[in-house]
């Protein structure tokens, strides 16, 4: 579904990403980890247009979207939540999710957009928040907020950066639930997370990336059993008490 | 009577002026320059009646459009700047427009007057309403027909969910990018509305006071028409007409600050962003009394 | 021909004289801008009262003219404490624009003000550099315009030095780079950024003191136009870049002149804000800026 072939990502002499070849499959939920600064929310800002790739291209569904913008690749079919939630706080939580709202299976119209909206908010438990304003929601709330918003693309694909970051317990199995229903309905996932709960509860494969190069990919045991993946978390020095 | 017929026309004119700009900040950009749209549909209407032998209306419509098409133009360079330089640059344009008008000979010898822009001499004689025998009560009327109808259009417009998309642009255009909204669109389709209604504003001023000269048309016209929203709020379209109201009422209605009347304009700036930085009618407030009316209306829900 | 070549150079000379007026008004806005990461809109009218708080010495107690540099110096000190008093004290944080619009609403109080208070009345200063241009070969120069030059010289290197080799000048480029993490090194942020605005509107008096002269007669309303210069330098400068605010100072200067002699006063307003627009379309982060 997406296609991400030899993508490098430059920032003056910082290599973000170099090189990353990956793909995502449709219907599946594919996480991607890695240590702080690795490069992930960058692929992120790369596949949705937000820079452009130094090197390397881009597929989604067979089109090329290398140099496409921002609200072209979302319209492709592209959601995308932030790692830092930038939801618009002075607009209403009804209308955070309204401005994204497309025409949903065709069916169009001003009210089926209404109504769809109200369905998303529903389905993200905030439904008796809908004339509050964004900025005013606690943390989980405006985490699920974000969510709605992305799904009212309505999009075949999407990315979700560190959606369970700063969740409890309780909210974390909530996420895994939302997140298998998104798949029943066919949305196709594409996750970076440091919550290991999430990534082992989840996810069909992981990468594991690391100053922005791939070097790892797999189901969840591969990964935890990779030493490469263990050197990148853990580093490769032996801890000594005389020589920190 | 006749004076408080002036000071309503006037207050109708920089509504107008006020809500150009409101529809422009409201995607974020601050425009320091529809004064400069203003100067355009006001030479360009006077034009059309004085020079042209047109009527009133198609004339303010082709001041309008000129307004609008120059709107939609400088709304493509402003996407490059942000913040203060696209002040200065809004700025910068209506300063060339003035300096522009300022420079331009087109006249006419019309029943013996000279009419017509006539560089630093500005555009006299743009008498169609006062030729007609028009009253300047009767004109009281069209003007305010005009702010109706605009007021009305933007009331539409805020609460349509393009309405809502600018604003999603104003607070974060990336998100708002992510969120399928093209964000270029919106931002130039602002500046061509906001020229439009600053257009029209001109239209209607030219043809009230028969003359237009590049003086009118700078900074403290720039520094009004941005204070009448920034003051009113920028919650609701209720703003800028509450700014614009406001301010001429406190200096024409209370003469003994005439004198005193840039002070205290400066000193409302400076307490209303210290207080109140989104104005008197802002997001908070308008919510509030969303909430409120809900109420009435279903006391019970 | 050679008339004209030697128009243009005339002009030339004339424009980069006045044209360091027009970069120390830069560096003042871009010194702010640098330091404090906001917007000083009142600082033309800060330049504006230091220069008629100099006409109390000159015009009142007689006194000579060096009292008057030190009075317009001190004045624009003192309103400058009245800017940052009451236009970024008490700002809440969060919006960028509030202190764009607070210091635009103090330059129109401040300019008023003075327009009361001197019920408008001409004053003007005595040009103690002189009336008469000198010759330098085919070319007339005017004293006062060269003092201009050579002051704005002797700012830039006695601030270089400052910002290069004093503490105050480490704590200004730390406070400029970060301000949380000079704050945990401890540098006092207020302090600096107090201290900052001292010294730039003592800059400003002083620029004003020398440009006073320039004018037949003074009128409140330099205020706007000193603060019009300033943002048209910053924004072909580039914001934040004090060599860029030199060089679009400059930059300005000649381009006015050489509009003003071949084309006539009104074109001239119109070449510098066609320079502005050509900036702001093909490089808007201005010659040097970092992106704003």
Redesign the interface.
């Known amino acids: 579904m997406l296609t991400i072939e030899k993508l490098s990502r430059n920032f003056g002499g910082i290599r973000a990403l170099h090189r990353l070849d990956l793909e995502v499959q449709p219907g599946e939920i594919f996480a991607m980890i890695g240590p702080n600064g690795s490069g992930k929310t960058t692929l992120f800002n790369v596949v ?3 820079f452009p790739p130094t090197e390397g291209r881009l597929w989604f569904n067979g089109r090329e979207i290398t140099r496409a ?3 072209e690749i ?2 492709l079919g592209i ?2 939540t ?1 790692q830092n939630i ?7 939580v009804f ?2 999710v ?5 025409a949903a299976d065709g069916r169009r119209g ?1 009210r089926a ?1 209404r109504r769809r909206v109200d369905e998303l908010l529903a389905f993200t438990r905030l439904g008796d928040k809908r ?1 509050e ?1 964004a900025g005013n929601l606690n943390f989980g709330e405006q985490r699920r907020l974000e969510l709605a ?2 799904l ?2 309505e999009p075949a694909m999407l990315l979700l950066d560190e959606p369970a970051a700063g969740m409890n317990y309780g909210e974390v199995r909530e996420l895994i639930e939302d997140m298998r229903k998104l798949r029943q309905m066919g949305k196709t996932i594409f996750l970076i997370e440091h919550v290991m709960d999430l990534v082992m509860g989840v996810a069909d494969r992981i990468a594991v990336l690391n100053f922005g190069q791939k070097i790892a990919e797999g189901s969840a045991t591969d990964i935890q059993s990779d030493p490469r993946v263990i050197e990148a978390y853990l580093g490769g020095r032996k801890v000594d008490a005389r020589n920190p | 009577m006749d004076y408080y017929v002036a000071v309503l026309s006037i207050i109708g004119m920089h509504i107008l002026l006020g809500l150009s700009v409101y529809v422009v900040a409201i995607t974020g950009q601050l425009s320091f320059g529809q004064q400069g749209f203003y100067a355009i549909g006001a030479y360009l209407a006077g034009i059309g009646t004085a020079l042209w032998g047109i009527h009133l209306l198609p004339a303010v419509l082709l001041g309008m459009t000129a307004a609008g098409v120059m709107g939609f133009l400088v709304g493509f360079p402003a996407l490059r700047v942000k913040g203060l330089y696209l002040g200065v640059a809004t700025f910068g344009f209506g300063e060339i427009v003035r300096l522009v008008f300022l420079n331009v000979r087109y006249t006419k010898t019309i029943g013996g007057k000279l009419v017509g822009p006539n560089g630093a001499e500005g555009f006299r004689h743009v008498s169609y309403i006062y030729d007609r025998g028009f009253t300047q009560a009767q004109y009281l009327a069209v003007i305010y027909t005009a702010v109706i109808i605009v007021a009305g259009f933007v009331y539409f417009l805020e609460r349509s ?1 393009l309405g ?2 600018f ?2 642009v104003e ?2 255009e ?10 270029t669109a919106v931002k130039v389709f602002a500046f061509t509305l906001g020229g439009f209604v600053a257009g029209l504003g001109g239209a209607l001023f030219v043809h009230y006071s028969t003359y237009i000269d590049h003086q009118m048309v700078t900074l403290p016209l720039a520094v009004s028409s941005v204070i009448y929203p920034m003051l009113g709020g920028l919650g609701s379209f209720w703003g800028a007409i509450l700014g614009a109201a406001l301010l001429i009422f406190l200096t024409e209605g209370l003469r003994f600050l005439q004198e005193f009347r840039l002070v205290v304009y400066g000193a409302l700036i400076i307490l209303t962003m210290l207080f109140r930085p989104r104005g008197i009618i802002d ?2 407030m308008v ?1 509030r009394v ?2 409120f009316l ?1 109420r009435q209306v279903a006391p019970s829900a | 021909m050679t008339e004209t070549l030697l128009d243009i150079v005339q002009q030339l000379m004339n424009g980069i004289m006045y044209g360091a007026f027009y970069a120390l008004v830069g560096i003042g806005f871009t010194l702010f801008f640098g330091v404090m990461k906001k917007f000083n809109l009142a600082y033309g009218s800060t330049i504006m009262a230091g220069i008629y708080l100099g006409l109390i010495p000159l015009n009142l107690w007689k006194q000579p003219m060096w009292v008057v540099f030190v009075t317009c110096v001190a004045g624009a000190v003192v309103v400058g404490f009245v800017v940052e008093f009451a236009c970024f004290r008490y700002l809440r944080k969060g919006h960028e624009l509030a202190p764009m619009m607070t210091t635009i609403g103090m330059l129109i109080l401040i300019e008023d003000a003075v327009v009361i208070a001197t019920h408008a009345a001409p004053f003007e200063y005595p040009n103690i550099f002189g009336d008469e241009s000198f010759e330098l070969g085919p070319f007339l120069i005017r004293p006062d315009y060269l003092a201009i030059l050579i002051a704005g010289v002797v700012f830039v290197v006695l601030l270089y030095l400052l910002v290069n080799r004093t503490t105050f000048g480490r704590a200004m480029r730390a406070v400029a780079e970060n301000p949380a993490v000079s704050q945990l090194l401890g540098v006092s942020v207020t302090r600096t950024n107090t201290l900052t605005f001292a010294l730039t509107s003592a800059l400003g008096g002083a620029t004003g003191y020398l440009v006073a002269m320039t004018f037949g007669a003074l009128q409140p309303g330099i205020a706007t136009w000193m603060t019009i210069k300033g943002l048209v330098v910053i924004v072909i400068g580039g914001l934040g870049s004090i060599p860029g605010a030199i060089f679009a100072g400059l930059l300005l200067g000649v381009v006015e002149f050489q509009a003003l002699w071949f084309l006539g006063i009104s074109y001239r307003d119109i070449f510098a804000f066609l320079l502005l627009f050509a900036f702001l379309v093909l490089r808007p982060s201005g010659l040097m800026g970092k992106a704003a």
């Open positions: 949705t247009g937000v913008r921002t609200h979302v319209r959601g995308r932030f930038r939801l618009f706080t002075r607009l209403t209308n955070n309204w401005v994204a709202q497309r001003p957009e004339e304003l918003r992305a009212a693309t | 969910k809502a998309r604003r999603a607070e974060d990336v998100a708002a990018a992510m969120a399928g909204i093209n964000v997001e908070a919510l969303r909430a809900r």
